[in-house]
T-cell receptor
Framework: SQQGEEDPQALSIQEGENATMNCSYKTSINNLQWYRQNSGRGLVHLILIRSNEREKHSGRLRVTLDTSKKSSSLLITASRAADTASYFCAGGGSNYKLTFGKGTLLTVNP | NAGVTQTPKFQVLKTGQSMTLQCAQDMNHEYMSWYRQDPGMGLRLIHYSVGAGITDQGEVPNGYNVSRSTTEDFPLRLLSAAPSQTSVYFC????????????FGQGTRLTVV
C-alpha cells in the first residue's frame, strides 16, 4: 500500500512564484524524504527530514514535518522553469523499506 | 562515478518470454531495491535486498525473481512476461535502506505485447 499521498496531484504556477506540495502518510516513520523526477528520468533525492525534526531547509527548498498529523510539506521558493517535474514523498520506516506516494506534477510556466 | 546503472533502457517482450533486467551500483551500498512505476500509481516496491545473499519481497513481487550474489549487482528476472508487467522499472541503492537517501538508476521501460 502507498505510504504517502501527495496533494495536489498537479500544480501549475508562473516562474518566480512559490510552490507548495503536501504529503500525508499512514504509519509511523523514521524519516520523510522528497524526490524529484524529470520526465523520462530516474528519481533524484532532494531532502530528508527525520521524525524528530520539524523543519529543514536546503537552498530554495523548505520541508516541514508534523508527526502528530502524519503530514509533510515541500515548499519551493522563487520557482524556475527548470523546477518542472514530478515530486514524490517517501516514508522511511523501521523495516528498511522506503514507501512512495503517487506524486505531484509541478509545471512552472516561463 | 557511475552511481546506479540499469540495462537495457528499453525492451519489448512477447507474452510468455522471460528476461533479466540488470542493475549495478558502484557505491558499495548494502541496500538495493527494485520498483515499478505505473501511471498514477507512484513507485511500488517489487523486491529488495539488505546485502549479498539476502533478499525479500516488497509490495508487488508476483511474477518477479531476484538474487544478490555480489554487493554490486541486483538483477530482476521476469519469469513469464505478461501485459500487466508493462511498466517502467527502477533500481535503487542506499547506504542504509530507508534511513538514508536512495540513488536511482535511469529506468528500464518495458512493454509486453
Amino acid at each position: 500500500s502507498q505510504q504517502g499521498e501527495e496533494d495536489p496531484q498537479a500544480l501549475s504556477i508562473q516562474e518566480g512564484e512559490n510552490a507548495t506540495m503536501n504529503c500525508s502518510y499512514k504509519t509511523s516513520i523514521n524519516n520523510l524524504q522528497w524526490y524529484r523526477q524529470n520526465s523520462g528520468r530516474g528519481l533524484v533525492h532532494l531532502i530528508l527530514i527525520r521524525s524528530n525534526e520539524r523543519e529543514k531547509h536546503s537552498g530554495r527548498l523548505r520541508v516541514t514535518l508534523d508527526t502528530s498529523k502524519k503530514s509533510s510539506s515541500l515548499l519551493i521558493t522563487a520557482s524556475r522553469a527548470a523546477d518542472t517535474a514530478s515530486y514524490f514523498c517517501a516514508g522511511g520506516g523501521s523495516n528498511y523499506k522506503l514507501t512512495f506516494g503517487k506524486g505531484t506534477l509541478l509545471t512552472v510556466n516561463p | 562515478n557511475a552511481g546506479v546503472t540499469q540495462t537495457p533502457k528499453f525492451q519489448v517482450l512477447k507474452t510468455g518470454q522471460s528476461m533479466t533486467l540488470q542493475c549495478a551500483q558502484d557505491m558499495n551500498h548494502e541496500y538495493m531495491s527494485w520498483y515499478r512505476q505505473d501511471p498514477g500509481m507512484g513507485l511500488r516496491l517489487i523486491h529488495y535486498s539488505v546485502g549479498a545473499g539476502i533478499t525479500d519481497q516488497g509490495e508487488v513481487p508476483n511474477g518477479y525473481n531476484v538474487s544478490r550474489s555480489t554487493t554490486e549487482d541486483f538483477p530482476l528476472r521476469l519469469l513469464s512476461a505478461a501485459p500487466s508487467q508493462t511498466s517502467v522499472y527502477f533500481c535503487a541503492s542506499s547506504y542504509s535502506g530507508s534511513y538514508t537517501e536512495a540513488f536511482f538508476g535511469q529506468g528500464t521501460r518495458l512493454t509486453v505485447v
